[in-house]
């Protein structure tokens, strides 16, 4: 169950000064943007993260955030900004993200919904570019923008795509096969497109390894997908996501592509089905090199197997086995 911790005073106007920033009658509307925000248990980041939504020089916003029974002082933190957010409160953890991030969503009042993470953190200017971006492309309904990659003291250690690879605006769903070039930290949507596509899945395997991934597949599918590039959040890198303790969805997701070769709902009529078994096969092999170079051969043979699975032909994963079993005997011999 969950619930509004906290309302906001409509008698004081503080509400009106959220949802109505006051304009002259001859501007353009600023439209409502709603920040979607799910946490669980992220007292050392969360101050941060919501007051990089707060800081935002885009006007006419809404801090939307679901604590997900939260029991180390997060929720704590988030009542102290009172009026300044809307807080719904769970009262058992869902144990997967998409279930905060798909209420915070039904819970937005604006015409946009841009999503947060609870350890990731936005400059300030980025709502601002981002309904520009919108606002000028009234045919695409989700953009994105680059970030920095941060660590756990929120120093800037690199650019997790850098604008050389993340592929512009446009119709980009055979690239997402390849690898999920969207961080959900920087996107921003109409909130009409969850009516067309649905929401972000809950169940499994996505739930734990690549709702957003899915999701943007669904989108992509249907709709050219818009990047604005400029560097305008900060994306966390702490190894503190379900996703990060499964190695079989490291470092590409493979369980997540074996589930999308069953789903030609998503891929049907975009691509055939061969080009979903290269995206598998290719996942399956790079992990394999992953780990076969780290010298954990029984977890490499795992995804070889997978891609032999996949396609019994596939002679990357063939020299792959061979490989292996020479490591094997030449370590036999020493």
């Not at 008698?11 to 920040?35: F, K, Q």
């Not at 497109?193 to 390894?209: A, D, I």
Request: hydrophobic residues 35%.
């Amino acid at each position: 169950m969950t619930r509004e911790c906290l309302e906001k005073a409509s008698t004081d106007g503080s509400e009106r000064s959220i949802h109505s920033a006051p304009r002259h009658p001859t501007m353009p509307p600023h439209p409502l943007v709603s920040v979607c925000i799910g946490a669980y248990n992220r007292k050392d980041t969360i101050r941060e993260c919501v007051d990089s939504a707060l800081a935002q020089t885009w006007p006419n916003k809404e801090i939307v955030v679901v604590d997900d029974a939260s029991t180390d002082g997060t929720r704590e933190i988030l009542q102290g900004y009172g009026n300044r957010i809307r807080l719904f409160c769970r009262d058992t953890n869902s144990g997967i993200c998409p279930v905060t991030r798909n209420q915070a969503a039904e819970a937005a009042k604006g015409e946009y919904a841009a999503f947060l993470d609870s350890d990731d953190v936005w400059h300030p200017e980025k709502l601002a570019r981002q309904v520009e971006f919108m606002e000028s492309h009234p045919d695409i309904p989700l953009c994105h923008t680059l970030c920095n990659v941060i660590d756990k003291d929120s120093r800037v250690v690199g650019v997790r795509h850098g604008l050389e690879t993340v592929p512009g605006t446009g119709w980009i769903f055979e690239r997402l096969l390849d690898h999920c070039w969207i961080t959900i930290s920087t996107v921003m949507v109409r909130k009409s497109l969850f009516g067309e596509v649905g929401m972000f899945n809950t169940g499994e395997p996505y739930g734990k390894l690549g709702e957003d991934h899915e999701f943007f597949l669904r989108v992509a599918k249907k709709h050219p997908i818009g990047l604005v590039g400029e560097i305008l959040a900060g994306f966390r890198k702490a190894g503190q996501g379900i996703t990060a303790n499964n190695w079989k969805a490291n470092p590409e997701p493979v369980p997540l592509f074996q589930a999308l070769l069953h789903r030609r709902d998503i891929w049907g009529g975009v691509v055939p089905r061969r080009r979903m078994v290269r995206a598998l096969t290719d996942k399956c092999n790079e992990n394999a090199w992953f780990y076969r170079n780290r010298g954990e051969r029984d977890r490499a043979r795992w995804f070889v197997r997978q891609a032999l699975k996949a396609k019994w032909t596939n002679w990357s994963a063939w020299r792959q086995m061979v490989g292996l079993a020479f490591q094997r005997n030449n370590e036999a011999v020493r």
